[in-house]
């Protein structure tokens, strides 16, 4: 495909969403603005930096054994580097705890600080990146199987400790890069067969969460993320969607919504208008469960374009904020970001696309027929020309170009390793 090819598709594609009152234009604008915040896990399975050939714990799994992970820092930021120059528009990082710069000294939970992240810090300035962060409490010894939510005090103490130092990590990241570092707080806690003591873990948690968001910090927007099951944990959940969504409530703070943390056939988004109205804002884990938390790699499949159409249609762009959670060890893994974000864009896309006007007043007049045939013609618009658009004015490659890019980045950097 020419540039001038793009360009003459784009401009047909215009007029044609121009006789439905769209505006192509304006929904570039505002897919410029959307920063999606790439998961740094993808790039070495959840290793980490600790102890990269330990063991991944905590109840979840990267499956697959593809040649050329990441296995330092530096390589993690090449590849991240390798991934942003494939994916239209500016992104943001979203790091765990586990990833700091250590400098080869064994440093543990519950004395990282801010001078691990600082090179981090420095690299996003120079990259024009800005970071996210995540406490970690999976893969180390104290992990257990209940975190902070564990009968033994001084465990919940150590994890409450790493936890607040996590916030105040992120706090530095968001004030130093000038943006709000969100701040995701997921623990794995529960159990592998019948509990009977469920009150006493919920309670605990709750009361670790309270010393935890007991600290103020003026740079981080904080994000609980529930969970339906872990890998052995399968019985019982501590901090299950019903807790987190009472607590976030009550405390004023966000649901991390990742969309392989529910039932089967429950779809995550029906749960973002309903949320915005008593929580301050969203942050999504933009997954792809296949026939449980597998966190495939994303696919413009229907549950993420309905996402992206109910945050779009609820006006809600400004109040969620977007992350990927995924870990596919199984393909070359900078290609896995580039389809899973650039497929995260296109549902956006897709959606501020939509004709949304013209649907409402069917809705509003009840013309049901009317209003399932446009949202079904609707998908076959022209949208495509337009995302490859958005490419190219964005310097990134259009179409499936990308693939023979991420094939030579493996042959001379990653199949090396
Ligand atoms: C696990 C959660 C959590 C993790 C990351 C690594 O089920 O989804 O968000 O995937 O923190
Ligand atoms: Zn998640």
New binding site residues.
Partial sequence: MTQEKIQKAYEQARERYAELGIDTDAALDALQKLSISL?C?QTDD?SGFENPEGELT???QATGNYPGKARNIEEVRQDVVKATSLIPGNHRLSL?AIYGDFGGKNVDRDQIDIEHFQSWIDWAKENNMKLDF?S?S?SHPKSGDQSLANRDKAIRDFWIEHTIRSRKIADEMGRQLGSPACH?L?V?DGSKDVTVDRYLYRANLKDSLDQIFAHKFANVKDGV?S?LF?MGLESYTVGSHEFYMGYAVKNNLMC?L?M??YHPTEETYDKISAMLLFTPEILL?V?RPVRW?S?HVVILNDSVQMLAQEIVWADAMNKVNVGL???DASINRIGAYVIGTRATQKAFLMALLSPIKKLREYEASGSFFQRLALLEESKALPWSAVYDYFCVKNGTPAGESYIGEIEAYEKEVTSKR
Avoid: A
């Fill in positions: 998961h896990w959840v905590g109840g979840i765990h995540n970690t999976f995701n997921w794995h993320e969970k872990g991390t990742d392989g943390h884990h997954s938390d966190d959670d995924y870990f």
